[in-house]
């Protein structure tokens, strides 16, 4: 059986080498991962639009996706990461308001 997919979303941009780094140490701890760009374009720290993008992409991606975003002012400091599960996917993320638009689909009213 194969992993689900991992997709990245993040404000690296693509000019320097930390996406590619991150992508090393997904492979590093699994070499069969599959590793999907959404974007390394969000705008740097706006933590708003990385939110939409994720609520808008999310629901496009086979049961299981493993999010991984990482939109974070406060990147390198002690800020908590979060881990949550969905029914259709797992989203890890700094916990910053991130997954703010995710989240709302799977709150009550």
């Known amino acids: 059986m194969s992993s689900p997919p991992i997709v990245l979303t993040t404000d690296f941009g693509t000019s320097d080498p930390y996406a590619g780094v ?27 639009q990385g939110a939409f993008v ?18 974070d002012p406060g990147v390198g400091t ?5 881990l949550v599960d969905t029914p259709t996917a797992r989203f890890l993320a700094p916990d910053n308001g991130l997954l703010s638009y995710v989240l709302r689909e799977y709150l009550d009213d």
């Open 54 to 71: 994720l609520g808008a992409s999310h629901r496009y991606f086979p049961q299981g996706a493993i999010h991984v975003a990482v939109v």
């Open 78 to 82: 002690g800020r908590r990461a979060i």
């Open 22 to 48: 991150m992508k090393g140490v997904i492979l590093g701890l699994n070499p069969d991962a599959t590793i999907v760009d959404l974007t390394h374009q969000i705008q740097p720290q706006n933590i708003l």
